[in-house]
């Protein structure tokens, strides 16, 4: 779940405190898988379901275009993720189905 501050029409100047609400987890899935799909998050990512009847939208593949002067131009990467109930609160899991060769990224 998000947190996005509520607008209030009194704020105390002295101490501020914002107000939260909480948007549920498919409501966020849903507005990334449609961004994803559409190529509006970067020209260089692209995300979807693994499975279209993936009705708690929990498996996404990725895929990512190397970037333009680095060592992984031109190459294509490929990735599976997994958003567990607790998204986006825990970070997705990652598994890279291509090879990677990064320090951060383990065998698996």
């Not at 680095?70 to 607790?86: K, P, Q, V």
Request: charged share 25%; glycine share 8%; with cysteine.
């Amino acid at each position: 779940c998000t947190l996005l501050p509520l607008k209030t029409k009194k704020q105390n100047k002295t101490k501020q405190t914002k107000n939260m609400v909480e948007v549920p987890r498919n409501f966020r899935l849903l507005e990334e898988l449609e961004r994803g799909e559409k190529g509006q998050q970067s020209s260089t990512t692209s995300v979807g379901l693994r499975d279209r009847d993936d009705i708690l939208l929990s498996y996404w593949n990725g895929t990512i275009l190397g970037p333009p002067g680095t060592a992984f131009e031109n190459r294509i990467i490929m990735c599976e993720l997994y958003a567990g109930e607790h998204y986006p609160k825990i970070p997705p899991e990652i598994r890279f189905t291509t090879k990677v060769n990064l320090t951060m990224v383990g065998p698996d």
